[in-house]
């Protein structure tokens, strides 16, 4: 087990629910069984505050905190092209991450890509929100 990634997983400032939340999305991963849930506060095409819950493991916790911490103050739209950076990152495409999203290349590395619906879960529950 990497200690990067546990490190990252604990860190867990939004892992909570958010009651006023404007915006809400919630999948499970049919191969693995983790769930997430994501609530977002959204003002003005803003995310302004974002909680996360669910049942997953230490990637999937890991991602989801990178995803939290990048997502505050954001726009939509800079989320929702986050969200198709990861994917092409599985894809083949190792360089976009490091260009465009430094903080999540902690997460983003070769060697995790075996764990990939795990990492890209919370990306797609997000998507489902900001692609609106």
Not at 37 to 47: G, H, R, W, Y
Not at 62 to 83: D, G, Q, T, V
Request: proline share 1%.
């Amino acid at each position: 087990m990497d200690l990067e990634i546990l490190k990252i997983a604990s860190e867990d400032d939004n892992y909570k629910y958010l009651k006023n939340y404007t915006h809400h999305s919630k999948l499970k991963n049919s191969l693995c069984g983790d769930e997430i849930q994501i609530n977002l506060i959204i003002k003005e095409d803003k995310i302004t505050d974002i909680g996360y819950q669910g049942k997953s493991c230490i990637y999937c916790k890991a991602s989801a905190s990178l995803l939290s911490k990048i997502s505050i103050n954001k726009k939509k739209n800079k989320i929702n092209e986050l969200c198709d950076d990861a994917k092409l990152f599985f894809e083949g495409n190792n360089a976009i991450i490091q260009k465009k999203w430094k903080l999540m290349s902690k997460l983003f590395k070769s060697k995790n890509k075996a764990r990939k619906q795990c990492i890209l879960l919370p990306f797609k529950t997000i998507k489902k929100i900001v692609s609106k």
